[in-house]
C-alpha cells in the first residue's frame, strides 16, 4: 500500500520504511512483503521495540523524520492515503454464509473512523515543504504529543517482553499470563491485545485464555474511536 | 529487556534502550541521571536501573528471568531525537535507521496480525 506513495514522494527526499511489529518475524511476516515487494526499506521488529521506544500502540502507526533524524511528527495513525482494511473490502460482495463473528467484524469494521487523504496530503505537503511545512512539529511539540508512560506502562512493557519470549521458546502457558498483566497494566494498547489474541485465533476472535477480543473490544469502545484521527 | 539475571550488560543497554551509562550517571538525549553507586566497570544492577529511571523489573522466577520495561514518569518520547535503530529485513539482513541520514523519513509500523 505504501509503495505508490513512495513513488511519488522519493523523489522529493522523503523515502518510507515500513516496520513489521510481529513475535513471529519473518514467518509471520515475511510472506506480506513478498507479496508488496517493496523498494523501500521494509523491516521487521520481532520484539515490538517501537512500542518501547515510541509509545506506539496500534498499527498502522507512522513518525515522521528530519535529514537530522529528529523525529517532526510522533507516533500517528498512519495511512498511505487509501485505508487498507477498506481496499480490501471495496466492491467484495460479503458472503452471507461467513460465520456470524466474522460478519460482525467486518460491520464494526466498516465503522472505524479513517481519513486516510488527510495523511497523505499532510505528507506530499512536508514533502515539497520541508521544515516550512505546517505539519512539521517543533521538538517540543513532539515531545509533548508522544504517549504519557505513567509507570504501569513500564510495567506493561515488560511483562509483555516476558510473555513474548516465553512464547517464542515454547512456554505458551506462561506467555499467555504474562500477555494478560500487560493488557490489564496498559488497556489502551491494542499492540499487545491484538499479538496476544493472534496467537490464539487468527481473527483474534474469543479464546478461553483471555477475558477479551476484538469485536468484543471495539464494540466496548465505540468502533469510531479505534483510530485516533491524527491532529492535522 | 529480556534478562537472565537482575543485571544489566552495559552495551546491550544502551542498544536497547539508549540509554549510555557515562561516568555523569545513565544519559539518553540532554538528560542524565545520575548513578551514585553504579561501580566503575561490568555489568550494572537492574534494580538500581529500575529505581533510578523508573524502569519496571519484572521478574519470572519460575523461568529465572526478568524483563526492564522503559522508563517511565514522563512521556513515551524523552525527546524528539529519533534513538538509533537497527532492524532486519525479512531476509535476516541489518538495516541501521542512521544509514538514511540526511534523507527524510516517514517509518510506518504495521503487522501481519
Known amino acids: 500500500m505504501w509503495q505508490e506513495l513512495r513513488s511519488e514522494l522519493r523523489p522529493q527526499g522523503v523515502e518510507v520504511v515500513t516496520v513489521a511489529l510481529d513475535t513471529g518475524g519473518a514467518d509471520a511476516a515475511g510472506q506480506f512483503i513478498d507479496a508488496a515487494a517493496p523498494e523501500h526499506p521494509s523491516l521487521i521488529d520481532a520484539e515490538h521495540r517501537l512500542d518501547e521506544l515510541l509509545g506506539i ?15 517532526v511528527r510522533p507516533p500517528e495513525t498512519a495511512h498511505p492515503g487509501k485505508s487498507v482494511l477498506r481496499e480490501m473490502m471495496r466492491g467484495q460482495k460479503v458472503p452471507e454464509d461467513l460465520p456470524p463473528y466474522v ?7 466498516a465503522k472505524i473512523r479513517v481519513k486516510p487523504e488527510r495523511y497523505a496530503e499532510a505528507l506530499r505537503d512536508w514533502a515539497a515543504k520541508g521544515a516550512e511545512s505546517e505539519y512539521a512539529l517543533s521538538p517540543e511539540e513532539v515531545v509533548e504529543r508522544s504517549r504519557p508512560r505513567p509507570p504501569e506502562l513500564s510495567e506493561a512493557a515488560a511483562h509483555f517482553a516476558l510473555g513474548q519470549h516465553l512464547h517464542r521458546i515454547g512456554e505458551v502457558d506462561a506467555a499467555r499470563g504474562h500477555f494478560r498483566a500487560a493488557h490489564r497494566l496498559d488497556p489502551d494498547n491494542w499492540t499487545y491485545r491484538r499479538q496476544a489474541w493472534s ?34 | ?19 549510555e551509562i557515562t561516568p555523569e550517571g545513565a544519559c539518553k538525549a540532554d538528560r542524565c541521571v545520575p548513578l551514585p553507586d553504579a561501580p566503575v566497570d561490568g555489568p550494572i544492577d537492574a534494580r538500581m536501573l529500575s529505581d533510578r529511571l523508573g524502569m519496571a523489573l ?24 529519533m534513538p538509533d535503530l537497527e532492524l532486519p529485513d525479512r531476509h535476516g539482513r541489518p538495516f541501521a535507521l542512521r544509514s538514511l541520514r540526511g534523507t527524510r523519513i516517514v517509518m510506518v509500523a504495521w503487522a501481519s496480525w
Do not use: C
Open chain 1, 57 to 71: 500502540n496500534n498499527v498502522p502507526m507512522g513518525v515522521w523524520i528530519d535529514e537530522a533524524g529528529i523525529l
Open chain 1, 103 to 109: 460478519l460482525e467484524m467486518l460491520a464494526e469494521t
Open chain 1, 199 to 232: 496467537f490464539e485465533n487468527p481473527l483474534q476472535g474469543p479464546s478461553e485464555h483471555y477475558d477479551s477480543d476484538w469485536l468484543s473490544d471495539v464494540k466496548a469502545s465505540g468502533a469510531e474511536n479505534y483510530y485516533p484521527l491524527p491532529d492535522l
Open chain 2, 1 to 19: 529487556m529480556i534478562l537472565e539475571r537482575p543485571e544489566v550488560d552495559r552495551a546491550a543497554f544502551a542498544a536497547r534502550t539508549g540509554w
Open chain 2, 58 to 81: 519484572v521478574a519470572d522466577e519460575a523461568h529465572g528471568l526478568w524483563a526492564l520495561g522503559p522508563e517511565s514518569g514522563g512521556r513515551a518520547l524523552l525527546s524528539a531525537e
